[in-house]
């Protein structure tokens, strides 16, 4: 084997095990973002949807909780961004059109999916001044101005273990929950006009022990033949010196 063809070979490899290993998060992916089929408003409302995945698969959404009303994808977009609002390093594409649910008063609220979902992106349309607790924990992603205004995100976690979403000023942004999630659960700590949110998502959680992707498989293929090509160079080596002795 020839050393150009060697140091190509190892340098394939290591390209690939960098893209490996590089997070999910910072590959540029789009965001699925949330399509709302129905919805009932009202202090006990309900809403479905869908996230349709790149694959053709979709992830059924369901929520639970306080409506004021809700805007079906397509009709009337209150997702302007103000520059970096709904994007960032981890989210390339806002909601656009894909709609919104409004929320007006206190309570208890729940989403829940039919399949676990990983990197759980959750936007917002203006925080109400009571803030969000979640019973899961996130990162802030963005925030900045939107629809009804401007402000910003802060995170604090309380003494019972909660994670309490804060702002100042009318704050519109997203933010991402740190774990595979299969439902989420928030009480809204203010009441006010409206507030919007919707959720999105790459995809579906792996499951355990997945198959290896070809792109794996290849990486252990060229390690596999890097590691025979240096030990059939050793053998001569190693001859010559017994030869020697």
């Known amino acids: 084997m020839r050393q150009s063809t060697k140091t190509a070979l190892l340098a394939t490899a290591a390209l690939l095990a960098a893209t490996l290993c590089v997070p999910k ?16 408003a009202g202090a006990n409302g309900s809403a479905v949807g869908q996230i349709a995945l790149g694959d053709g698969s979709s992830i059924d959404v369901a929520y639970s909780g306080q409506l004021a009303f809700w805007d079906a994808p397509g009709t009337t ?64 992603e963005s925030s900045g101005a939107g629809n009804r205004g401007s402000g910003s995100f802060s995170k604090q976690i309380t003494a019972e273990g909660k994670y309490r979403l804060v702002g100042s000023g009318d704050p519109h942004g997203v933010i991402r929950f740190n774990d595979a999630v299969s439902s989420i659960s928030w009480s809204s700590l203010g009441s006010e006009t409206w507030n919007g949110f919707t959720v999105g998502t790459y995809g579906a959680a792996v499951e355990p022990n997945p198959v290896p992707e070809p792109a794996s498989l290849a990486l252990v293929g060229l390690g596999v033949a890097v590691v025979g090509y240096q030990r059939r160079r050793a053998r001569p080596a190693i001859a010559a010196g017994v030869a020697a002795a």
């Open 25 to 40: 998060s910072a590959l540029a992916e789009p965001v699925r973002w949330t399509d709302w089929a129905s919805a009932r």
């Open 77 to 140: 977009s209150y997702w302007q961004d103000g520059g970096g609002t709904y994007t960032s390093a981890a989210v390339d594409n806002g909601p656009g059109d894909h709609g919104m649910l409004a929320m007006s008063r206190l309570g208890l609220r729940t989403l829940t999916f039919s399949h676990a979902v990983d990197n759980l992106f959750f936007a917002l349309i203006d925080l109400n001044a009571g803030g969000y607790e979640f019973d899961q924990d996130f990162t802030i």
